[in-house]
T-cell receptor
Framework: DGGITQSPKYLFRKEGQNVTLSCEQNLNHDAMYWYRQDPGQGLRLIYYSQIVNDFQKGDIAEGYSVSREKKESFPLTVTSAQKNPTAFYLC???????????FGSGTRLTVV | GESVGLHLPTLSVQEGDNSIINCAYSNSASDYFIWYKQESGKGPQFIIDIRSNMDKRQGQRVTVLLNKTVKHLSLQIAATQPGDSAVYFCAGAWGSYIPTFGRGTSLIVHP
């Protein structure tokens, strides 16, 4: 089945630690996106990539980094510079002929 | 700036009733609107979309209405079922492929 796989489902980070969230897709979509979701809030865009080896900052990119070395993969690193990283992180892809997103199942990150 | 918002954070209905979830937007140049359903602990799922040149679009048990005059859209769910309980988001796209998402309305269906 085609789809998006986010891993892990739950992740715990210690203070001062970098962690990487995985997002893999086999939909052959060019565009990939990372969103952050906090309770009672809408989705906020962290980073996006329209094509391999290129990515753009979203609205809340500070404290995060990404790479897009392969079409299928768009990992997100939450660095120690992100002071409030506890949130639900969603990866999405988009077909180039559509506005609609396909979302992964999310990773819940908690600082301990 | 651009914004998309929902009127009510929570909507409670009885099973079998029709549900109406509302959304307002600020940018009159919007091209496209999408409704997503998000169940607890999962990613959002596409429900239905509508382009700005349309007023109404119907799917299976769902209808989206777009009123460009007052910059308002709504999602109507017919014969609401317990499985419809979720958070519903509207999203608007303004000439780019980066939608702006509303905060979501939590639909609670009572048996």
């Amino acid at each position: 089945d085609g789809g998006i796989t986010q891993s892990p489902k739950y992740l715990f980070r210690k203070e001062g630690q970098n962690v990487t969230l995985s997002c893999e897709q086999n939909l052959n979509h060019d565009a990939m996106y990372w969103y952050r979701q906090d309770p009672g809030q809408g989705l906020r865009l962290i980073y996006y990539s329209q094509i391999v080896n290129d990515f753009q900052k979203g609205d809340i990119a500070e404290g995060y980094s990404v790479s897009r070395e392969k079409k299928e993969s768009f990992p997100l690193t939450v660095t120690s510079a992100q002071k409030n990283p506890t949130a639900f992180y969603l990866c999405a892809t988009r077909d180039s002929n559509s506005y609609g997103y396909t979302f992964g199942s999310g990773t819940r990150l908690t600082v301990v | 700036g651009e914004s998309v918002g929902l009127h009510l954070p929570t909507l409670s209905v009885q099973e079998g009733d029709n549900s109406i979830i509302n959304c307002a937007y600020s940018n009159s140049a919007s091209d496209y609107f999408i409704w997503y359903k998000q169940e607890s602990g999962k990613g959002p799922q596409f429900i239905i979309d509508i382009r700005s040149n349309m007023d109404k679009r119907q799917g299976q048990r769902v209808t989206v209405l777009l009123n460009k005059t007052v910059k308002h859209l709504s999602l109507q769910i017919a014969a609401t079922q317990p499985g419809d309980s979720a958070v519903y988001f509207c999203a608007g796209a303004w000439g780019s492929y980066i939608p702006t998402f509303g905060r979501g309305t939590s639909l609670i269906v009572h048996p």
